[in-house]
């Protein structure tokens, strides 16, 4: 005997329909979870600002937009400039390499040194610290203040790199 099948309803179809769309609209959605930063492959990966090939991780910075793309700078300086240029592109997060050990630290927490005489890549002067005492260390050496990312960025955007 053969058991006959049951029609869709509207309500299934609906139903079906709707998960379809949601499953949809999640895979376009906004990243969510804690940013990571990228990968940086040095003497390969370009700058984004100048098209430099970043090569001195203790000046690597990235930031991830929220669109999902990974831009990657062979400095902070040149980061904060490209950004400053292209206010546009929206952030979600903002890494920057910690001068002494070279990881990746959150850019907005990190510290801040401005002087024409710390030769980053493109001569923007910037060098970024997670530590704060770290970066007055070498702020004395250069006589110059240790500034906060918001000071950094300003700071850059009129045009006092390498002060």
């Known amino acids: 005997m053969r058991k006959s099948q049951l029609p869709i309803t509207n309500y299934q179809l ?3 329909l709707s998960l379809l769309i949601a499953l949809f609209l999640s895979a376009c959605a906004q990243p969510t979870g804690e940013p990571k930063p990228p990968d940086i492959v040095y003497n390969r990966d370009m700058c984004e600002a100048c098209g430099m090939i970043i090569s001195d991780a203790r000046f690597a910075a990235a930031t991830l937009t929220t669109d999902g793309r990974s831009l990657k700078f062979d400095d902070a ?6 950004h400053a240029r ?15 050990s ?12 401005i002087a024409r005489d710390i030769k980053s890549p493109m001569g923007t002067g910037v ?14 050496r250069f006589n110059v203040n240790v500034l906060t990312f918001d000071q950094a960025f300003t700071a850059i955007k009129e045009g006092k790199s390498g002060m």
């Open 14 to 16: 609906l139903l079906g």
């Open 77 to 82: 300086g040149e980061m904060f400039g490209y």
């Open 86 to 100: 292209n206010s546009q592109v929206q952030v979600r997060a903002w890494f920057v390499h910690d001068y002494d």
């Open 102 to 113: 070279q990881k990746w630290i959150n850019g907005k927490d990190a510290f801040y040194v």
């Open 127 to 140: 060098a970024t610290f997670a530590e704060r005492a770290n970066a007055e260390t070498l702020a004395k």
